[in-house]
């Protein structure tokens, strides 16, 4: 089992910056990836940004040059550092692990409000 705990979030205005932590624990040690979702009104939950265990990084087209996906493995913690928001940033995001212990297991977190206004 893991646990996911976010935290960061909030309103900002449009072009300004935000930063999202999730703090795994648990069996954080089975992890082989870790990564952001989010999902707005009305919308499918969407893809925005991965981080394996081994370092390597994928991002949604969309979020690609504005935000930064980071691990400290050491505090088994995964980072979201978005810089120049717009106003369809807007969404509750997401921390998701994935484990490959016996089979692949998803876990996801509560989930945080980050809204831009224009």
């Known amino acids: 089992q893991v646990q996911l705990v976010e935290s960061g979030g909030g309103l900002v205005q449009a072009g300004g910056s935000l930063s999202l932590s999730c703090a795994a624990s648990g069996s954080f040690f089975s992890i082989v990836a870790m990564g952001w979702y989010r999902q707005a009104p009305g919308k499918q939950r969407e893809l925005v940004a991965t981080?394996?265990?081994?370092?390597?990084?994928n991002y949604a087209d969309s979020v690609k040059g504005r935000f930064t996906i980071s691990r400290d493995n050491a505090k088994n913690t995964v980072y979201l550092q978005m810089n120049s928001l717009r106003p369809e940033d807007t969404a509750v995001y997401y921390c998701?692990?994935?484990?490959?212990?016996?089979?692949?297991?998803?876990?996801w977190g509560q989930g945080t409000q980050v809204t831009v206004s224009s």
């Open positions: 981080i394996t265990s081994g370092g390597p990084t």
């Open positions: 998701t692990a994935r484990t490959a212990v016996i089979g692949i297991r998803d876990y």
